[in-house]
């Protein structure tokens, strides 16, 4: 199923989401609604909301609490957007200036603050507090990943072990979160919320692997922002790791310059950093990775009658390993 079909299979729950995403960030302070809009306005495919959505319906839940936590997941994620690229100093977001780009990080890093506030106000709102629990547990991940992303940058001696973990917190932990408050909405039974949490997991790592390799493999114009970037940024990501792995001394020693020691990754750099991930091939070695993630997730919700929102929630997973952006 192309993810359009994915989408029109839940337009209308997927329309309310969008309203309330809209609704929800009105404020008297004109900027806060003109930041948030212009970045949740730029792009981007709902995917935690969606997932939220697609399985409150596949436990059976037909009731407008999802709408309400869609918005919390979606303004969650959109405020570590711009938190992210403050820190990445980036200068692009989904084909368009970033948020930081376009007013300051100062602007960038108090609305993503508005919004982390205000998604725990509908959370209590919605007074769930196993759901308030699951979101909160996300985002102390979430701030633990990027701190070790962080910590870690330009350092090529990093294990595939230490990487997976990273990629856990900051980007795995939100997804299966979106998709537990799905399950926890109609109170299904804990052996259910966990396999659906596992689901999420395993497509957590899936999506960011899929970043990984469109990093090194991509164009500026398809996956919005330079081919290359994690590399001229310090970011060290699983292709890279990888060659290093297989590299020779001296292809590693090349690599150790650019990425600690250069003061900026030219072209023709980027073109030596390619053709190494093309000798061991790192690329595919990512995405093989990266299906093999999406095949475990699959599993995880065997747990559940088939029907036809498990098949969309099927549908979603292969979508993350075969998108192109």
């Not at 330009?154 to 939100?174: C, F, G, M, S």
């Not at 979160?177 to 395993?202: E, K, W």
Request: with cysteine; aromatic share 6%.
């Amino acid at each position: 199923m192309k993810f359009s079909e994915i989408a029109d299979s839940i337009a209308s729950e997927m329309k309310e989401v969008e309203e309330a995403i809209h609704a929800n960030f009105h404020s008297d302070v004109v900027l806060i609604p003109d930041v948030s809009d212009y970045l949740i306005g730029s792009g981007g495919k709902r995917i935690r909301p969606m997932l939220l959505v697609l399985v409150a319906k596949a436990c059976g839940y037909r009731g407008s609490r999802a709408t309400t936590l869609g918005c919390v997941v979606e303004y969650i994620h959109t405020a570590t957007l711009l938190h992210d690229d403050v820190v990445d100093d980036a200068q692009m977001r989904r084909g368009n200036p970033s948020a930081n780009a376009k007013w300051n990080n100062e602007t960038s890093v108090l609305v993503g603050d508005f919004l982390f506030a205000k998604s725990f106000s509908l959370m209590s709102a919605d007074a769930d507090l196993r759901i308030i629990e699951t979101m909160s547990e996300a985002c102390t991940l979430l701030s633990e990943g990027e701190v070790l992303q962080l910590v870690n940058m330009y350092n090529l001696k990093l294990t595939e072990e230490e990487y997976l973990d990273v990629i856990y917190r900051k980007t795995a932990a939100l997804i299966a979160a979106s998709c537990r408050v799905g399950a926890l909405i109609p109170d299904s039974p804990p052996t259910i919320a966990n396999a659906i949490h596992q689901f999420g997991v395993q497509i957590g790592y899936a999506f960011q692997l899929v970043d990984d390799a469109l990093d090194y493999m991509g164009d500026a114009q398809r996956i919005g922002k330079s081919v290359g970037e994690d590399l001229r940024e310090g970011n060290v990501t699983l292709p890279l790791l990888r060659v290093c792995a297989q590299a020779t001394e001296a292809e590693f020693e090349r690599l150790n310059h650019l990425v600690v020691h250069a003061d900026e990754i030219r072209a023709e750099d980027l073109d030596d950093v390619l053709e190494l991930m093309n000798k061991y091939g790192a690329v595919n070695y990512t995405l093989d990775r990266a299906r093999g993630y999406v095949e475990a997730g699959k599993a995880a919700l065997s747990i559940l009658p088939d029907s036809f929102h498990v098949d969309v929630l099927r549908d979603v997973a292969d979508y993350i390993v075969d998108r192109d952006n």
